[in-house]
């Protein structure tokens, strides 16, 4: 080999550029290096709530017939195993409290995917050019900003509060990019529906309504699509049941809905759905067979005989009640330690797996900021710092989430009174 090449740079495409987002490598990196830390930032699901014993029985009758062994073994389809496609349509009929009949869907209608994540990234590919828009809550997934900017697409960011997104600030927007001649640009909008990643706060139900309302007026010069992230659909501890935004998508043209069984399940099974208007069924497919050929048949299978059995259902709601318990724990702790904190509020979420809490404006939480410093190293506890879920330049760098979702309430307890303490010396520091 000529030693001049050894040493050459490598030329990377603008792709891998622009998916540099570190935010998640930077937080495992700090995991690590840290290993005392307690962990309010781990998006984990709770390992006792695994269901080994349910897997392990149904994988052993799953496998016990040699034919039907050999087959699970074998490549599946792209669309995913007819066979789980088929489970899915009575238990998304349940979710959303119709029969299979009156839903009128077929097991074509639905796309199996690697997780909820994957989808996200197929809508990437299948709608966004770069220079395109997508407008999205504030605060919002930030691993969905990251496969934003990996197709060099830009995201905008649209006015929420506690009952998520504000309609009239999505028109504001849309009818602003019109004047500025974007209006073009605009291909999405991105909402997570159920007890949002980060915020923990729901979409309330006539702005559902009514953002696809806006989507439809807003469809001029092309479509103006809704991608409906229900990633924590069935982590619902109270409060209202709320109906899918793709409910009231009657045509069936603008909502396109994901779900995943990664946090009511398994996220190891990595099995996720998705329903796409008609003329992204192809799109969706062609793209994802570029990638995998189908995900992975064996845990397809699993899901739908998991499903099958009637098992699935009771085994959602003893991670219902786990949950429960560590949320109003987290809360318990929020009310014990943070109530004498000035300026420090947070939000009461009824599902989902994380807490928002919001600092005075002149306490930066970023990963450079002096409380990320005095929480990790002096303090051995660790958060999600909030600016990582923004879009473009509307940054608030005074928030951040905590998850509940992977320690004993005990240890939740230990966490938040350690990161109150932290917050009170850089307080204290004016």
Request: charged share 20%; with cysteine; glycine share 8%.
């Amino acid at each position: 080999m000529n030693a001049s090449n050894s040493s050459s740079p490598l030329s990377l495409s603008n792709r891998s550029q622009w998916a540099s987002r570190g935010a998640i490598s930077f937080l495992m990196q700090q995991g690590v290096e840290n290993p005392g830390v307690l962990s309010l930032a781990a998006g984990l699901v709770d390992p006792t709530t695994l269901p080994v014993e349910l897997a392990q029985q149904q994988l052993t009758d799953l496998l016990a017939d040699d034919a039907r062994a050999r087959e699970c073994l074998q490549y599946g389809t792209t669309p995913g195993s007819e066979h789980l496609r088929r489970e899915l349509l009575p238990f998304f009929a349940g979710l959303e409290n119709t029969t299979p009949e009156e839903l009128n869907l077929t097991a074509d209608d639905l796309l199996l995917t690697t997780g909820s994540q994957q989808l996200l990234s197929l809508t990437c590919d299948a709608l966004f050019n770069p220079g395109d828009i997508c407008l999205v809550a504030a605060p919002t997934y930030f691993v969905f900003l990251g496969a934003l900017e990996a197709v060099g697409a830009q995201a905008i960011s649209v006015k929420t509060d506690g009952d998520g997104m504000c309609p009239d600030a999505l028109d504001e927007t849309l009818a602003s990019l019109e004047q500025e001649g974007k209006l073009d640009r605009v291909k999405l909008v991105y909402l997570v529906s159920y007890y949002e990643n980060p915020s923990g706060v729901s979409l309330a139900t006539e702005r559902r309504k009514r953002i696809v309302e806006l989507a439809k007026k807003w469809s001029k010069s092309h479509r103006l699509m809704i991608l409906e992230d229900a990633a924590y659909r069935e982590l619902q501890y109270d409060g209202e049941v709320y109906p899918s935004i793709w409910s009231f998508d009657t045509d069936r043209q603008h909502v396109i809905y994901t779900q995943t069984f990664s946090k009511s399940f398994s996220p190891g099974v990595r099995v996720g759905f998705g329903l796409v208007p008609d003329e992204l069924k192809k799109p969706f497919s062609d793209l994802k067979g570029n990638d995998d050929f189908g995900s992975a048949h064996l845990n397809q299978r699993l899901m739908a005989v998991v499903l099958g059995s009637g098992k699935y259902a009771p085994h959602v709601e003893q991670v219902k009640t786990s949950y429960t318990t560590k949320r109003d724990a987290m809360l318990a702790a929020a009310d014990k330690y943070f109530s004498d904190i000035d300026g420090v509020t947070w939000e009461h979420p009824h599902g989902g797996l994380y807490v928002w809490m919001s600092l005075p404006d002149n306490i930066p939480t970023g990963f450079d900021s002096p409380l990320f410093e005095e929480a990790v190293q002096r303090h051995n506890v660790m958060y999600v710092p909030g600016e990582l879920c923004f879009a473009g330049d509307a940054v608030e760098r005074n928030h951040m989430r905590l998850s509940y979702g992977v320690l004993p309430p005990d240890r939740i307890d230990e966490g938040m009174r350690s990161l109150a303490d932290a917050i009170r010396v850089i307080a204290a520091q004016g």
